[in-house]
């Protein structure tokens, strides 16, 4: 600490003091998640301040790991109160403890909300989806995404209310990109080009689920032709973690975190010294470092050979 | 009467000439017709149409309609000025990525060189560089993705100069993608960590440290 100190005296650009945050970062924080937030106002009395009395890191609340198991109703009406009825995003991502009460009272306090995202969400109903939706859309606000995969028996008629709330008569959504399963899976608060409701109706099983487009060449060249062969859910179509493209009876090939790849991606991962099956990228932190090689081992193999 | 409107109507004629209007022409026709049978009341409304017309036209030109935009020849430039003085000459289109040059052009107040004070030259081209490219490379997702990620590939100084330059700008685009690199940089990282990243000095005491822990301690463990 001393030495960064000494250090800082001689390079210090003019604007940035010694050992103080860049402007910058006060800009950043309002691009992250809850968990972050609370580690960050643990860095610095300037950052801290700035939580404490500013409004804007609180507008786009996003509750990820590691915090989602704990996460209960008492916790979101304390986190949501610093936003003071100006929500913009509510993202509860796996927060099994989060119940409808919880969110409904939220959605009373915060009626601005235009991103609700509560995947996997399983202590909610969907009547209470539902519920929450409508008090949202009702006085003409308008809920521009929703995310509800996960939520348990979502059905078709659900949908179809769903899409009456939330669908604009005056501006259909056009749809711009494709829906890929390895980007999905990436959680980014700030891409525009997604639907409104991230649930359709899979054309292979009929049942309300994510619905995937394939990246591979060939079923590209289908679809231009109008063959809408490889779109489906992830239960119909099993698809690579890494590249997401369909995955054919031929090539499937398991990772130790039991994810699914094709042979490609099989190919270039790095893999277990011990049992050769790859990490995809993101279980990669379950590695774990061999001593005297740079390899890794993974954590079954670990468990089994090298704690005995 | 009929002279001075006929007057008029040349002076009128060749003014928009001059700002290279074709549409004028073909009213020129039609009108110099109507001239030749105009009584008093007709030739008096028919001033005041021209006149109204005459605005419009000036209007549409001002707010760069696409009709104005198709009879010119050239893309409109923007001249930028960095806070050392340097000059940047962009396309209008670039330039306008930047709500804050889009408001200035709309108020017209970008006829000659835009300063940008709190802006340098050196963040000032990287900017350019990634409006020009999205401008460009609209239709072009994936293209666009990874000339975001090499783009990114860039020191910290640099990253804060151009959050700062395009929060200022108001690039909506360019201040996601900037704080979403430094957002996953703080990502799984704990307080003494993030410390070290970015050169922040601990000015908490061991006593406060505790305290915060406490306020929350569901998160904390």
Known sequence: MEENLVQDASDTPLQQEEGMPHEALFLVLSYLPLYELLVMAQVCRSVKEVLTN??????NMVVGKPLNKRFNDVHLLKITSKADGRLKTLALLNCSKITDEGL???????????????????????????????????????????????????????????HCLIDDENHPWQKKGLNFYHEYKEFSTF?????????????????????????????????????????????????????????KDEDPVEAACVDALCLGCWLQLPKCSFCNKPYCSQHADQKCSLVGSSGFVCIDCHARFIEN | MLYAIFGVQTFLQRDLELRNLSLFNRRKGFSYLFQKSLLFPFSI????????????????????????????????????????????????????????????????????????????????????????????????????????????????????????????????????????????????????????????KNDFTPEEEEEIRKESPWVFD
């Open chain 2, 45 to 200: 409304s028919f001033f005041l149409s021209q006149g109204f017309i005459y605005l419009f036209l000036l209007s549409s030109r001002k707010s760069s309609s696409p009709a104005a935009i198709m009879s010119s020849s050239s893309p409109k430039m923007i001249t930028l000025q960095s806070s050392d003085g340097e000059t940047f000459e962009v396309e209008e289109a670039v330039a306008m990525e930047s709500r804050t040059i889009k408001h200035m052009i709309e108020d017209d107040c970008a006829n000659s060189s835009i300063p940008i004070p709190n802006v340098t030259s050196n963040t000032l081209t990287k900017v350019i560089e990634y409006c020009k490219k999205h401008v460009e490379a609209k239709s072009d997702e994936e293209g666009l993705k990874s000339f975001d990620a090499e783009f990114m590939k860039i020191d910290k100084d640099t990253l804060y100069d151009l959050l700062m330059a395009s929060n200022y700008l108001d690039i909506k685009s360019l201040l996601d993608l900037g704080c979403q690199t430094v957002a996953d940089k703080i990502k799984g990282k704990n307080p003494e960590e993030i410390r070290k990243e970015f050169g922040i």
């Open chain 1, 54 to 59: 500013d409004i804007l890191p609180w507008l």
């Open chain 1, 104 to 162: 409904h009272q939220v959605i009373a306090r915060n009626p601005y909300i235009t991103r609700l995202w509560l995947p996997a969400c399983t202590s909610l109903s969907t009547s209470g989806v539902i519920e929450a939706v409508k008090l949202l859309t009702k006085n003409k606000h308008k809920l521009k995404s929703l995310r509800i995969n996960g939520i348990y028996n979502l059905k078709k008629e659900d949908l179809e209310i769903l």
């Open chain 1, 191 to 247: 891409k525009h080009s997604n639907p409104p409701i991230d649930v359709e109706i899979c054309p292979k099983c009929k049942e309300a689920r994510v619905v995937f487009d394939c990246p591979r060449d060939s079923c590209k060249s289908m679809r231009q032709q109008q063959k809408l062969e490889c779109r489906g859910c992830q239960h119909c179509i099993p698809r690579c973690e890494e590249c997401g493209i369909c995955i």
